[in-house]
């Protein structure tokens, strides 16, 4: 038990760090790692709860700072996925869900580390698209960030603008998600054990990340982000197929 909670802390150092700096990062790292500790039904909410808490407190310092590109329709479509999502949740076994999040990690990372970009002609379909693939992986894996990532850096979004939209869609579709895991019974003692054991670790990495982000290139610490999803990928998916 004491060695599950320091991989916890230690887990949840590395994840906000990372979110601070970049506005995303923080399931797509925790998740995969968590998930070989901890039932999904479990994980998935906690994590979310840690992701709302992290994505508020970057929309609180950046509330002041403006897009010049709309994303209505990127939120839009992402609550609305998120409710297959709540839904798949509550119906797969643990090793395929290992397995879906190891195809889906290992996959995604590459085509990020790849330099892969979508070229976008019609960006209103791509917010919709992206949104509502983003918001079905966040309600069932608490990980909306690769999608996302491949849309906004398609779109070419300053460091600014991608730190600014992506707080804000993790806060709006995360506190959707978690009405759904409320509704749904999946808000346990035990979820709200792993939240405040992670909380202050996550004021702390998430403030630090902030301050970090201007000093470091959001680029390397996106690729570290991602190459370690792409292990924790590989992980899930050999420890699903009992390899």
Excluded at 35 to 47: D, E, R
Excluded at 160 to 177: G, I, K, N, P, Q
């Amino acid at each position: 038990m004491h060695h599950t909670i320091l991989i916890l802390c230690l887990v949840i150092a590395g994840a906000s760090l990372l979110k601070g700096m970049t506005s995303f990062g923080f399931s797509l790292m925790a998740f995969p790692i968590l998930l070989n500790f901890y039932s999904p039904m479990i994980l998935v909410p906690a994590l979310t709860l840690c992701n709302v808490l992290t994505s508020a407190q970057i929309v609180f310092t950046t509330r002041t700072e403006k897009s010049k590109h709309s994303n209505h329709w990127l939120i839009m479509a992402g609550i609305i996925g998120i409710i297959p999502g709540v839904l798949l949740l509550r119906t797969l076994n643990v090793s395929t869900l290992k397995v879906i999040v190891g195809v889906i990690f290992v996959l995604l990372s590459i085509l990020f580390l790849s330099g892969f970009r979508f070229k976008i002609k019609y960006p209103k379909r791509a917010q919709i698209i992206a949104g509502t693939t983003a918001g079905f992986l966040g309600g069932a894996l608490s990980v909306s960030g690769p999608p996302l990532v491949l849309f906004l850096t398609s779109m070419q979004f300053s460091n600014h603008e991608f730190r600014l939209h992506f707080a804000r869609f993790s806060v709006l579709t995360s506190s959707v998600a978690l009405l759904g895991y409320f509704l749904s019974g999946m808000i346990t003692a035990e979820v709200w054990r792993i939240f405040f054991i992670s909380f202050p670790i996550l004021i702390i990495g998430t403030i630090l990340g902030q301050k970090l982000s201007t000093k470091v290139s959001i680029r390397f610490f996106q690729v570290l982000c991602i190459s370690i999803s792409l292990c924790a990928g590989i992980w899930s998916l050999l420890s699903g197929l009992k390899i």
